[in-house]
């Protein structure tokens, strides 16, 4: 099973970036699916996640401006991240919940 992440790169405040996550021997649709992230001297945080069912929850930092979404013909997750701030910068990584499937990371930097 691998789960490739992409979609992070530098990004002024105020912009977006859409996050991806394409698994290659797994279904997704199957599974709880959770983006996560780490800021350099933090720990890592579960930022949002989207049930096998559909259902979504993101903490509250981000509410309002980040969205999960799955798409089952690509067997790929998203994260669309709006209104992009300086504290949203740290590696992105996605994870299949209650499995040991991480996603390699990408970088998000939000800087002017």
């Known amino acids: 099973v691998q789960l490739q992440a992409s979609g992070g790169g530098l990004v002024q405040p105020g912009g977006s970036l859409r996050l991806s996550c394409a698994a290659s021997g797994r279904i997704l649709r199957f599974d709880n699916m959770g983006w996560y992230r780490q800021a350099p001297g933090k720990q890592r945080e579960l930022v949002a996640k989207?049930?096998?069912?559909?259902?979504?929850n993101y903490v509250d930092s981000v509410k309002g401006r980040f969205t999960v979404s799955g798409d089952n013909a690509k067997n790929t997750v998203y994260l669309q991240m709006n209104s992009l701030k300086p504290e949203d910068t740290a590696v992105y990584y996605c994870h299949t919940e209650g499995t040991v499937f991480w996603g390699q990371g990408t970088q998000v930097t939000v800087s002017s």
């Open positions: 989207i049930t096998s069912f559909g259902s979504t």
